[in-house]
Nanobody, 123 residues
Framework: VQLQASGGGLVQAGGSLRLSCVVSGRAFSRYTMGWFRQAPGKEREFVSAIRWGSSTYYADSVKGRFTISRDNAKNTVYLQMNRLTPEDTAVYYC??????????????????WGQGTLVTVSS
């Protein structure tokens, strides 16, 4: 399974970006997909996840501003990010859990990772 994330860039505070993550693998529709981020000098943290049945989960810091979705026909998961703030500046990683863990916020439960895409929000 390979993951390719894209869509990062530089945006002003209050702006929007949409991240995409294309996943190889025939069973994509059954994977739990997650987004994590790592800000400079900080540990990687959970952002959002979506299960095969499209149940979604969000960190409190992004709830109401970010939306995760998936297109199983395109083997792609998206993260729509609105009302961005400088605190959202980070490298964003997509990840796949192919072994159906019940907990989605723990990065150890994801067994495949993309390369990361940098999001920079200027004030």
């Amino acid at each position: 399974v390979q993951l390719q994330a894209s869509g990062g860039g530089l945006v002003q505070a209050g702006g929007s970006l949409r991240l995409s993550c294309v996943v190889s693998g025939r069973a994509f529709s059954r994977y739990t997909m997650g987004w994590f981020r790592q800000a400079p000098g900080k540990e990687r943290e959970f952002v959002s996840a979506i299960r095969w049945g499209s149940s979604t989960y969000y960190a409190d810091s992004v709830k109401g501003r970010f939306t995760i979705s998936r297109d199983n026909a395109k083997n792609t998961v998206y993260l729509q990010m609105n009302r961005l703030t400088p605190e959202d500046t980070a490298v964003y990683y997509c990840a796949a859990d192919t072994t159906y863990h019940t907990v989605v916020v723990t990065e150890e439960n994801y067994n495949y990772w993309g390369q990361g895409t940098l999001v920079t929000v200027s004030s």
